[in-house]
């Protein structure tokens, strides 16, 4: 028996995924998206609200340069993005990856009832749609 392609975020998002505080260090962050190979990831409070999204794309620039001078980094709440996209877990798979075909995130935070409960990235998404595809 095949198992049945999933159809919503629920079924494909990753539950217990790296996240940090404003508080976190760009070095820690840094050494954290390295180390769980992540593009970015979400920010939230100590209630694990979503407060914001930081991304290697926000940070490599700080990191050069704190180097370069040798000074201690910025926190991430200094170079976070306030306003993010984030999906339901019970959205479909294929609405959101009709959303993915015009919007840049490679990761989209997973919120329900106002807190994180994981994340999904395009390759989540892209491998969900093979297999729904193919089943």
């Known amino acids: 028996m095949l198992n049945k392609a999933p159809t919503t975020v629920r079924e494909i998002m990753s539950r217990d995924c790296y996240r940090v505080t404003g508080k976190t260090s760009i070095s820690t962050l840094a050494q954290g998206l390295a180390l769980h190979r992540l593009p970015g990831v979400p920010v939230v409070d100590e ?22 001078l040798n000074e201690e980094p910025p926190l991430v709440r200094e170079l976070m993005r306030n306003e993010v996209l984030s999906v339901s877990p019970n959205k ?8 993915m075909r015009g919007a840049k995130p490679k990761v989209y935070p997973v919120v329900e009832q106002d807190r994180l409960v994981g994340i999904v990235t395009r390759r989540d998404v892209l491998s969900a749609v093979l297999r729904m595809r193919y089943s």
């Open 47 to 68: 209630r694990d609200h979503l407060i914001g999204f930081i991304s290697e794309q926000d940070v490599l620039g700080k990191v050069l340069e704190s180097s370069y």
């Open 92 to 99: 479909s798979i294929s609405d959101l990856a009709q959303e």
